[in-house]
């Protein structure tokens, strides 16, 4: 069984920067592509920022675009997520997830995932 548990969300005034870690134990992940995704209250799940298996493709949402970083130790079995410049409209519960498929590429839909870490509260004040 995987478990995900992500650390490092919080408080941060507008402008900031904060790193989210995503810790993953049981099934090694180091072949499976994962992602960041975030919900708003009242807002359906979203992607954020995807890495495939190697670590050497990514993608980004627009709306982070130029802003975020996405990264993965497979050493460590964590995958990380850099956020700079933040705005009061990243204000979610971020969440790390693990694709259901070894190898392959990037999907940015969240039935691709099945394992999906508890969420990490950041929120952004203007």
């Known amino acids: 069984q995987v478990q995900l548990v992500e650390s490092g969300g919080g408080l941060v005034q507008a402008g900031g920067s904060l790193r989210l870690s995503c810790a993953a134990s049981g099934r090694t992940s180091r072949t499976y592509a994962m992602g960041w995704f975030r919900q708003a209250p009242g807002k359906e799940r979203e992607f954020v920022s995807l890495i495939n298996w190697t670590g050497g493709r990514t993608y980004y949402a627009d709306s982070v675009k130029g802003r975020f970083t996405i990264d993965r130790d497979n050493a460590l079995n964590t995958l990380y997520l850099q956020m700079n410049s933040l705005k009061p409209e990243d204000t979610a519960v971020y969440f790390c997830?693990?694709?259901?498929?070894?190898?392959?590429?990037?999907?940015?839909?969240?039935?691709?995932?099945?394992?999906w870490g508890q969420g990490t509260q950041v929120t952004v004040s203007s």
């Open positions: 997830a693990q694709a259901s498929y070894q190898f392959g590429g990037l999907n940015l839909n969240t039935w691709a995932y099945d394992h």
